[in-house]
Structure formats: structure tokens, C-alpha cells
């Protein structure tokens, strides 16, 4: 979201009340929340015509220059709290209006991939997966991408065969980010490691580095790294999908990422994929595919990686199921 949209958002919620502004908040993302939520921390005051070029694009209008509400801080921490709760917006509020760190390991979820990177990156292995299954998989896989290959395979080994932390690690590890894990004992051992994660997390992983990984978790344990291939479902299994799940996700994906997805799958796909379309969608993907030139691998792998995180959301869901199977350097194709 550019600067000014950001600028703009910010000057909209702080000017239609907390509570309408909390419900708003609850659709953002977690980048979202924060960058709009610094702008309001910081914004005191603002020109009437400023006000009022942001209302008229909500069909709204402002009369006069304000201040746009009495106590900025009060603002923020009423709309945060309603609409992340106390405790995670205790967390952001730290940040925004001390401009204090976000301890512990939930505040990593708000945090890029290469500060997160860089703050871990020294810490034993066991400590980073620890961190990392509390990720979104595409996070962590992001991060992942930030260390050497042997690093990363030794971490995605340790959340495969990690079965649970228990309540003292937990705390902890915790501790290692500066935060105590409030609940103390009673918190019970969470189940956050195993093949699964480590699959998820994969599927994120450029291409071009999956190779590797595997080959250092074969090389060390082949029966583990079978079972984390096994569990990995890749663009090139949408072809153990039925029709009705084909369907379902044409309907959620842009023809212009399918464009690019395309021009790295076999014929076999595309046939499956035309197959499933209207006559005349069909025509005009194939010429659009005929017509776009030589693309980067690493450009197809991402639109397909994003195809992918589409199925693992209409998987997850319960409207396709999934049967899973098992790249490269940045060439073209």
C-alpha cells in the first residue's frame, strides 16, 4: 500500500469513530494494522481540504479544518483492542506509540523476513524452528530463504521431528526474544512441529532452493525426507485434482497469473486446465500463452507458488480435497 493511501486511510478511520474504525480493522492484515496504525499515532491535526478529498472518494464530506479526535493514543489502543483483542494489541501498541521493541514470539508475526532473519540467524537450530512453527508458512519460508542451504535444511529436520514444546521451553524460548510467556505452567504442551509444517513451509521455498534442501534432509535421513515429499502438494499435482476442484479455482485465480503460471507446466496440464474452461476463455488463454514471450523460472514459480497458496485455502476450507506427490536454476522458459 504506497505512502499516501496509507496517509489517507489513516485520516478516514480516525475521522469515522472507533467503532466503525474497529470493524475496518478486523479485515487488514497484520502489516496493514501497523502501518495504518503509526500514521493515526502520529497525526494530529489536518487541512479541511485534505479531509475532505479522503471523505469525497467514501462519497462523505468534512466542513471544517479539526483536529481529528482529542486523544490520538486513546484512539488507537480503543480500535486496536476492539479489533484485535487486548492482548495482541498490547503487543502493537508498544511498538507504535513508544516506539518500543514487540517482544516475544508472537511480535515476529509483525515483523519482515529479513529483521526476523537477522535477529535469529546466530541462534542454535533447534531455538529458529522453534520460532518458525509459529509462523504462516509463507513467513517462515521467507525467512528460510534468508539463510544457507545447510542451515535450512537443518532447521526444516528439527520441525519435522518436532512433536510439541513444552510449557518451561516455551518460556524460555520466549525469553531468547525478550518476552515471558504469560500462563506460566498451566499453558499445555502445543503441538506445532512434525511433517506437515515442514511440507507447508516447502511449498513456499523458491524452486530453485527446494532441491537443495531435500537433497541435505535425503542425505541425512531418507525415510524423513520421503515423508516430507509425500506430504507436499506442487503445481504440478493440480493434475491429481478433479474437474470440480479445476473449476473451483479458475474462479479464484486471475488470468494474467495463469498466464505466467502456464508457460512453465506440461501440455498435459494446460489441456486440463483448457478443458475446464468456456470455448472462448480457452481460446484466449492459449493465444495469450502463444503470444507472451520468454519469462524467468523464478517469475513462473512465483505465480505458481501463489496458485498454490489459492488450493491450500479452498483445501482448507472443505471445498477440494487434495492428494499430494513430491526446482532449478533461474533459467527460461
Not at 4 to 32: C, H, N, R, W, Y
Not at 168 to 180: F, G, H, P, Y
Request: charged share 30%; aromatic share 4%.
Amino acid at each position: 500500500m504506497p505512502d499516501t493511501d496509507v496517509d489517507d486511510a489513516a485520516i478516514l478511520l480516525m475521522a469515522m469513530g472507533a467503532e466503525a474504525a474497529a470493524e475496518v480493522f478486523k479485515q487488514l492484515s497484520p502489516k496493514e494494522v501497523q502501518a495504518i496504525g503509526e500514521v493515526m499515532a502520529t497525526l494530529r491535526t489536518t487541512s479541511n481540504e485534505r479531509v475532505e478529498e479522503v471523505l469525497k472518494r467514501f462519497e462523505a464530506q468534512a466542513s471544517t479544518s479539526r483536529s481529528l479526535v482529542d486523544d490520538n493514543d486513546q484512539y488507537v489502543r480503543d480500535v486496536l483492542s476492539r479489533a484485535l483483542g487486548e492482548d495482541k494489541a498490547g503487543m502493537l501498541l508498544d511498538r507504535i506509540l513508544q516506539g518500543g521493541d514487540v517482544s516475544g514470539i508472537e511480535s515476529l508475526k509483525w515483523m519482515d523476513p529479513d529483521s526476523i532473519a537477522e535477529l535469529i540467524r546466530n541462534e542454535h537450530p533447534q531455538i529458529v524452528a522453534s520460532i518458525l512453527v509459529h509462523l504462516e508458512r509463507d513467513h517462515a519460508a521467507a525467512i528460510l530463504a534468508k539463510f544457507t542451504d545447510r542451515m535450512r535444511a537443518d532447521v526444516l529436520m528439527r520441525v519435522a521431528t518436532l512433536d510439541g514444546i513444552q510449557p518451561t521451553a516455551l518460556r524460555e524460548l520466549n525469553e531468547v526474544l525478550t518476552k515471558v510467556l504469560a500462563g506460566g505452567d498451566r499453558i499445555r504442551k502445543t503441538a506445532l512441529g512434525g511433517i506437515k509444517p515442514v511440507a507447508e513451509i516447502m511449498n513456499f521455498i523458491p524452486g530453485s532452493m527446494e532441491a537443495g534442501i531435500m537433497d541435505a534432509i535425503r542425505g541425512q535421513n531418507e525415510e524423513l525426507a520421503q515423508k516430507i515429499a509425500d506430504n507436499m502438494f506442487t503445481f504440478e499435482d493440480l493434475m491429481k485434482l478433479d474437474d470440480k476442484a479445476i473449476q473451483l479455482l479458475l474462479r479464484e485465480v486471475q488470468s494474467d497469473q495463469l498466464i505466467v503460471a502456464l508457460k512453465g507446466a506440461p501440455s498435459e496440464m494446460r489441456d486440463k486446465i483448457f478443458k475446464n474452461m468456456s470455448a472462448r476463455a480457452a481460446e484466449t488463454l492459449k493465444e495469450d500463452l502463444e503470444s507472451r514471450g520468454p519469462m524467468r523460472l523464478s517469475e513462473v514459480e512465483a505465480e505458481q507458488k501463489a496458485i498454490m497458496k489459492v488450493v491450500r485455502k479452498l483445501a482448507e476450507d472443505g471445498q477440494i480435497a487434495l492428494s499430494s506427490g513430491g526446482g532449478g536454476d533461474d533459467a527460461f522458459v
